[in-house]
């Protein structure tokens, strides 16, 4: 059965914390990806990772730095946490990225921001 | 910019009743794909069904449909006979030219 974990169900950090997001795939996919999900506004992607320590841009990067240095594990990394970033973060995996193959989520992680 | 629109924030339906929920989309690409996914309540965002643009003939995957309508630009998901394991929230996506793009979403209730 495929997995996608992540380290944390929920998470309360304070305003300037530094906060790890981990996430960790069994699939064997090359590719990774951080979304965070906030009602009304759907899913809306961090950052990408097509290979071990490649990163790429999403459509929200600001605020958020990640980390692969294994091909199982991305790290969602908030340098400064701000109450803005109070959101559901969803971590998802893919054999091919943007193509007709499926993502697979994890449970994500709601953080809090105080 | 490519954009997705799920126009019906909320919907119910009669349990062994048939929905519809809709989706459009904007995109100048040709080649590109679409999903249906399903999150339920508390639990992990999974895939329902997908559709190739190229390809004319619409998805199916047992209770769950797609009506694809290319020029319209349009991929709204039927499901039939719902049953109250398919109250969750449903997201469209498109994918295409190193992009994914979700739309906001549409929660969907199943009456008893």
């Known amino acids: 059965d495929v997995k996608v974990t992540q380290s944390s169900r929920y998470l309360v950090k304070r305003t300037g914390e530094k906060v790890f997001l981990e996430c960790v795939q069994d699939m064997d996919h090359e590719n990774m990806f951080w979304y965070r999900q906030d009602p009304g506004l759907g899913l809306r992607l961090i950052y990408f990772s097509y290979d071990v320590k490649m990163k790429e841009k999403g459509d929200i990067p600001e605020g958020y730095s990640v980390s692969r240095e294994k091909k199982e594990r991305f790290s969602l990394i908030l340098e400064s946490a701000s109450t803005n970033q109070t959101s559901m973060y969803l971590c998802a995996s893919s054999l091919a990225a943007f193509s007709y193959n499926e993502q697979f989520f994890g449970p994500g992680t709601r953080l809090t921001v105080l | 910019a490519q954009t997705v629109t799920q126009s019906q924030p909320e919907m119910s339906v009669q349990e062994a009743e048939t929905v519809t929920l809709s989706c459009t989309y904007d995109t100048s690409e040709s080649d590109y794909y679409l999903f249906w996914y399903k999150q339920p309540p508390s639990r992990q965002m999974i895939l329902v069904i997908r559709?190739?643009?190229?390809?004319?003939q619409n998805a199916t995957e047992n209770r769950f449909s797609v009506n694809f309508q290319k020029a319209a630009k349009s991929f709204s998901l039927k499901i039939s006979d719902s049953q109250l394991g398919d109250a969750a929230m449903y997201f469209c996506?498109?994918?295409?030219?190193?992009?994914?793009?979700f739309g906001k979403g549409t929660r969907l209730h199943i009456l008893p």
């Open positions: 559709q190739e643009a190229y390809k004319q």
């Open positions: 996506a498109y994918t295409g030219d190193d992009k994914i793009i």
